[in-house]
Every structure is written in structure tokens, then in C-alpha cells.
């Protein structure tokens, strides 16, 4: 390896390590109000949600986001999909979660999120608003969680992909990065073909267009099967356990944007199967 | 006694199942609705034809402004009534086919995640309207347009030639700031923006005077008007069948006033919707002739028949329809989508929203004479 590419990843390896930990520190804050106690130094992510890290897609650049940091100190995400609609037992929304995190871990930084989520839509509706709010949001950023509608829809997997591809082109076209969400967990669906098939749609086409997915299903999957061991429990009952998920999704989301900001040059490692 | 099917009791059945089937996404038969051959869709004319049916409550008998006022606002608490109904009917729906097949993603559908999961404010949401259900917005927007009614009845009764270029002058006035109500507390907006959308209910209300005003001045023009509305209509299907949509990000400033939109009902789709009005305005009528015909003329009077009574009836049938396309999306979640369950669902929705409607006159029926027609 060309030694000034090592050295160049290797200063952003420690600057995503670095951003990591404040990521970290911001996600216990936001997450409870007390003492980061269950964090690890390792992870970017709270101690009940990293087992469910492991599931998540490689790194992917995020060059728009970037330079956004770099020239304005201004981020601004558009948030579209179920995700974003989700309020925490606290009160506040995961769209204000991700926020804050972002804010604590970019430091300098004014990050707006604007939700534009429309509970139900399919993808292929969501796609054409979409471009509508691209045009009066001006992101930077497009965080999409997508494929559950389609799912239960019966959406055939191919025109699902079709929709996806066609929409990551479209944004890229229009120097918007995207970090797309994957399909909602519930043990339910861990034999629904339909709903495989359509998870493994989108992460295969995220792949092809090297965009970062959070593979939510499966992360999820993983951490109730180490809670289920007698791992870090996350919450009693389902709608508990819910509402911590989506705030390990906040954390998964914030540490994607992190470290998709600094892995311009980063070798791409084989997405998780 | 019921009254006999008009055009606009007809269009407004054909909107309703058009949108009962509109809420089912992935349904077989909703690739053949409106929406897929016209920017505007079957929402755009059952606020437009709301406007039309408040011109004819308040000119069907003689009523002071005072007593249109109130019953405008009597109608606007009857609408909330019946969205706070509906919505706790569908979260009971989706609780009990959470429990029923075991699976808490049900939870999540269509924005209820935090009446389960945050119940304390988002109760308040659910009753200030702040907290919509998804594919439950429609009414919501209704509830305030029919609360501005009453001031709009106002102006037309004392500065009737003021009452459109004061709406069309606040619908630019949101269209350039994007005036639009917040969501809570879930963070966002309304889908159906009603500062925006009031522009309809006013143009449904004035195109329906026909002796004065615009609705005059329309009406003298007919012809020409529906010869400018065919290459419209025409374009706007091309524009959907064949995804000519523009991209929305080449339009210059103010955007609204140049891009597609349906939380701000923009201009292009508010004129593609008016030219549909005025190309499909003689419809009705040769629908009627059609079923004087032999054999045929029987479906077809069956059929005119049918929509008007579900019009006569919009709002039982469309609170009974949105819970049927609830039902229809758990029946097709749990069942999965073929054209077989997708037929089956929408034949008997039809035939249950008929059945609502039937059920609802049956007092009417045995009334000596015809009710007012209602908003």
C-alpha cells in the first residue's frame, strides 16, 4: 500500500475513532441522564445496542456530507420512512436523538434534521416527494428508512429495486448523499419470504450503489438473541423493547454519518451476510 | 325520501371509492385509479366538491348568514366527531391484530408507534389533530377547512367578488413563505396542508353560483375553457403514464409555484385538476343517456344509482371506507397480495360501503321529502 494513502487513512481512522468516542459519550447523554455507565471505549455505540452493530453495512463515503462540514459547518439531513416518525418514551423524537448526537460528536457543527416522513407510503411514492423536498430542503443528507411498507405491500422485490436504484442515482446526481434504513424487526417476519426477499433487495442494491444501509432487522435480530443468552437486556416487553431499538437505530444512524464523513478513502470491507 | 342522483352526489361516490382503493398501497386495482392517468386525484375533488355542496346547502333554502355560519361549524365538530372516532377504531384494529398474529410491527404501522410507545402527549396530538394516522389525514383537513368555511360564507354573503382573490392572494402568500401546520408530537407537517388547500373548497364554492361571478363567467365560457382543459388533461396523463414529472430542482424561485406537490395542492396541479373539471363536467349527463340504453342501460343505471347513494352518504361511507382499506392492508399483510384477495377486498369493501350508505338512509326512505344537501 502507497505509504501516504496509509498515512492518510490511518489519520482518519484515528479521527473516526476520535469523533467515535464523542459520538459515544453523546449517545449515553442523550440516551439517559445518567452516567455513561454502559458505553464502551470500543464502540461508538451504547453497550445494550453494539452487539447489533455488527450487522451493520460497511462504511461508505459521504462526500456531500463532507464538504458540507467543510465549508458551512451546517448539515442539514431530510428524513423520510417510519423511522423518523417515532417519538422516545421520553417525549422527544429520533429525529432529535440523531440530532443531538451528531452535534455532540461533530463538534461545531449546526446539524438540522427535517422530517418529511409520511407513515405507510410506499417506496415508490416516497421517491417522487422526495425529489419535490430535495428541491425546498436543500440536504446535504437523505436518511430513508425503507422497504417495510413494501414488504407487507407485496411490493414485487424487483420493482422495489428498481425504485431504490433509480432514487440513490437521482440523489447522486444531485450531490445529496444517502443513508438508507433497512426493514423494521419482529421475530414474526424472520420466515416471511416475502419480507427476506426485500431486505436482501436492499441490501444488495445498497451495495451495488455503495450507499450505506443500516441493516436494522438484522441488528436487531442479533441483540434479542444475545439478550435472550442473558446479555445486556434493553426492555422488558416488545413496545419497550421497540422504542430502545429505535434508539440503538439513532445511535447506528449517528455513527454511520460520523464515520461516512471521514471514510472518503477507506478500503471497502464485505458487507456483513 | 332521498333525492334523485346528481352529478355531484355521483362524482362524490366516485371519489370515494377511488380513494378507499388509493388506500390500499400495492393493491392490484389502485394502478387504475385516477391518480395513474392525472396529477390530480380523487382528494382534489372531494374537497372541490365540499365547497360545491356548502354553495348548495346555503342556496337550497333560504338561510341567514348567521344560521350557515353555525351549521358550517355544527358540520366541522360532526367531522372531528367522526375522525376522533375512526382513529381509535383503527388503533384498536391494529392492536388486535398485533395480539391476534403475534407480531408488534403492527404497532409501528402507519404513524401509531407512539400511541403505544408515547402515549401521554401523542393522546393530546390525537385530539387536537396534530397526530394523524397515516391514510387518516383526509379528515383532519376537512375539520379546518369547514371551520374557515364559516368566514368564507361571511364574505360571500356581504363581498362575494372578494371571496376568491382574497383565497387565491392567501394561497400565495403560503405557497411563497410555505405557511404550513406543524405535527406533534411526532416532528412534522400536515400532509394535506389546509392553508393551501382552502383554495379548493372556496373554487368548488363559487364555481357552483351560477348565476353570478366566476361560476357565471365559466359557465358563458364553457366551450372555450374545456377546448384549452383537453391538451391539459392529455399532457398531465403523458406527464404520469410515461414519468415526464420535471425534475423539481430546476425551477426557479418561489419552487411551489413550479413544481408538482400535493401538501400545498401547487398551481400545476390545482390547473391540471380544474381542466379535468371542465373536460368531465358534461360526463355525468352522458353517463345518465347511457343508461337509458337496452341491456347495458340497467348496469349503468345501477351503478348511477349506487355512487349517488354512496355520495348522498360521504361521510359514513368514507369513515367506513378508511377503516375498509385498513382491513384490506391487514387482510393483505396477513393473507398476501394476489389479484384474487385483491378482487375479493375490493368487492366487498365496495359492497360494505353500500351497505353503510343504504343503512344511513334507511330513516331518510320512509321521510316524505328530500333532505338538504349537506357539505
Redesign the interface.
Known sequence: MDSRIATTLTARCIAAALVSLGLMAGAARAQSPSPPADSAPASSVSKACQPGSVALAEESALPNVAVALATRKKLRILAFGAAPGRVTARGGGYTALIEQMLERALKGTDVTMVNRGVSGELAASAAVRMKTQVALEEPDLVLWQVGTNDALASVPSDEFALTIKDQIDWLKRHKVDVVLVGLQFANQMLRDAHYIEVRETLRRVAAQENVIVIRFFEAMQIINRVEARGGPAIEPDEVEQSDAGYNCLAQYVARAITLGVFAKNMPKRPAVQ | MTRQPNAVDFWRGFALITIFIDHI??LFYARYTLVNVSIADAADLFVFLAGWSIRLMAEGRAMSTRDLMLRLLARALELYAAQVLITMLAIAMLAGTAIK?????L????????V???P???HIGLAALTHQ???FDILPLYVVLMLMAPLFALIDRVAANWLLPLSLGFYVIVLVF?LQLPTW?????W?FNPLAWQVLLVLGFVMAKDNAGPGLWVRRHIVAIRTAAIPIVILGAFVVLLDW?P???D?PNP??FF????TFVTPIRLIQFLAVVAVFSLAFRYIRRAAEWPYLGAVVGSLIGMFAMLGRNSLYVFCVGSLLSLSA?IV??DL???VGIDTAVVVLGIVIMALTAWIAESRQRSRPAASPQRS
Not at chain 2, 185 to 189: F, L, S
Open positions: 398501497p400495492g398474529l403475534s407480531n408488534p410491527l404497532l409501528e404501522w402507519h404513524n401509531a408507534a407512539s403505544f410507545n408515547d401521554v402527549p401523542t394516522l397515516g391514510y410555505r408530537p411526532v416532528e412534522g407537517t400532509f414529472w425534475d423539481p430542482t425551477v419552487k411551489l413544481i408538482v406537490d400535493k392492508q393483505r399483510f398476501r397480495g394476489t
